[in-house]
């Protein structure tokens, strides 16, 4: 801020003290807005792995709107909120056919394993069907698959309204049990709501499927601000193993050949020690989200986390 200022201004700095003191003591509710007066909204990304910190940033925000104006990859721009006033959950996006040329490949029977799937272009998709973004743009890129899910929503005059769901490549399964990165969103937020305030709250979290235990199990690792007690633990993983719905991974957790859920908890910092991680390795900050199912190839990732254990506990729910 120093660069930006000619010269100190005490009285604006005493001001600036004076409202940070008073927030920390309402735990920084609505600071965005109480330093920054001037403020009409807030923009972010409010969808997918980002749909994590959708509390947090009401927290901070106070009344402010939050708007999520548009939805891109580095491959390329996507689709943008035609209305921007939607809640956060309810924000979908319409595919504008100047952005690029679209292909979507239904997420069926008829296209598992497919190494040419059919797709079908942006007026053949169906509402309320689930697709996989295929990519042709005008840097050079041809049929790309994005590897992003969506939901058709409907239609803004001719162009298809959608909803992004999960990275298809963030799949949790052991055997014939399918949960995909939104499930993984579910089974955390149903988890979070028994942790009691904000001075035990989630800080982040990420997934990873443990293959070499026998049976394999799922494993959901969470940074907390605060110290969580053994009996607290242990009903949040409870919750975590009994929000997957998938029928099968039900019926593998009740037979045994999928075991207990595990739930390790990581040192404060760990998540940001990814996060630098991978700006080393060479991501953008701004292209960074953090990862929400770590496979046991990103072995940088999956050491970081491991290392940083502190605690851990089994799910008993099945």
């Not at 909120?81 to 100047?98: A, F, G, H, M």
Request: glycine share 6%; net charge negative; aromatic share 10%.
């Amino acid at each position: 801020m120093s660069k930006l200022l000619d010269k100190p201004d005490p009285e604006k700095a005493d001001l600036i003290y004076t409202k940070c003191l008073n927030l920390s003591e309402s735990n920084w509710i609505g600071a965005i807005p109480t330093l920054f007066p001037n403020a009409k909204y807030v923009h972010t990304i409010t969808t997918g792995a980002m749909t994590a910190y959708a509390n947090k940033v009401r927290h901070y925000s106070g009344d402010l709107p939050i708007v999520c104006a548009d939805y891109g990859a580095s491959e390329g721009a996507i689709g943008v909120n035609v209305n921007p006033r939607l809640t956060l959950e309810s924000t979908i996006y319409t595919s504008l056919p100047d952005l690029g040329y679209f292909e979507f490949i239904p997420l069926d029977d008829s296209n598992e394993g497919d190494e040419q799937p059919n797709t079908v272009g942006l007026t053949q998709v169906e509402v309320g069907k689930d697709y996989e973004i295929v990519l042709s743009n005008f840097i050079g890129l041809y049929r790309y698959k994005v590897g992003d899910v969506v939901r058709i929503t409907g239609f803004y005059n001719s162009c298809p309204q959608f909803k992004f769901l999960c990275r298809k490549t963030a799949l949790l399964s052991i055997n014939v049990d399918k949960n995909t990165e939104q499930d993984v969103l579910l089974s955390v937020a149903a988890a979070q709501q028994l942790l009691p305030n904000e001075n035990l709250g989630l800080v982040d979290f990420t997934s990873h499927v443990d293959k070499v235990s026998e049976p394999g199990r799922y494993v959901i690792f969470w940074e907390l601000s605060g110290e969580a007690s053994e009996e607290l633990l242990g009903k949040c993983c409870n919750i975590l193993d009994t929000s997957f719905l998938d029928p099968a991974y039900i019926h593998s957790r009740k037979s045994k050949t999928i075991g207990p859920l595990e739930l390790p908890i990581v040192k404060n910092g760990t998540f940001q020690k990814i996060l630098e991680y991978a700006l080393r390795k060479g991501t953008p900050v701004s292209q960074f989200k953090m990862p929400r199912y770590v496979p046991s190839a990103s072995n940088g990732v999956l050491e970081i986390l491991e290392a940083n254990v502190v605690k851990k506990c089994f799910s008993t729910a099945y």
